[in-house]
């Protein structure tokens, strides 16, 4: 009933920057917070930074001041923009919200199927 679509993964050279984007489709009352988490080949997936909905961020320290999290309440999505990258950000990137379906039903957590950023030195 509830879609998050990622897009804007990719192949790019170390300093480089890339945008991704996740919109949230199908049954939706209310999103709550909404952030991106990040998983390395071989180890677990970890919170990369996270956005509510009146605008609140906060992020991982290891992308403070290099990556930026926003997000269009109208159009459901968040953005992820990725500058000064490096070798170590190659990751899947997974989208998460928090969403609520109807008025009366809880806010439930909701993943995309993740998008590639691979970062060449």
């Known amino acids: 009933q509830v879609q998050l679509v990622e897009s804007g993964g990719g192949l790019v050279q170390a300093g480089g920057s890339l945008t991704l984007s996740c919109t949230a489709s199908?049954?939706?009352?209310?999103?709550?917070?909404m952030g991106w988490y990040l998983q390395a080949p071989g180890k677990q997936r970890e919170l990369v930074a996270t956005?509510?909905?009146?605008?609140?961020?906060n992020y991982v320290d290891s992308v403070k001041g290099r990556f930026t999290i926003s997000r269009d309440n109208a159009k459901n999505t968040v953005y992820l923009r990725l500058s000064s990258l490096k070798p170590e950000d190659t990751a899947v990137y997974y989208c998460?919200?928090?969403?609520?379906?109807?008025?009366?039903?809880?806010?439930?957590?909701?993943w995309g199927q993740g998008t590639q950023v691979t970062v060449s030195s």
């Open positions: 998460n919200a928090d969403i609520k379906t109807t008025w009366f039903s809880a806010f439930r957590d909701y």
């Open positions: 956005i509510t909905s009146g605008g609140g961020t």
């Open positions: 199908g049954i939706i009352f209310s999103i709550n917070t």
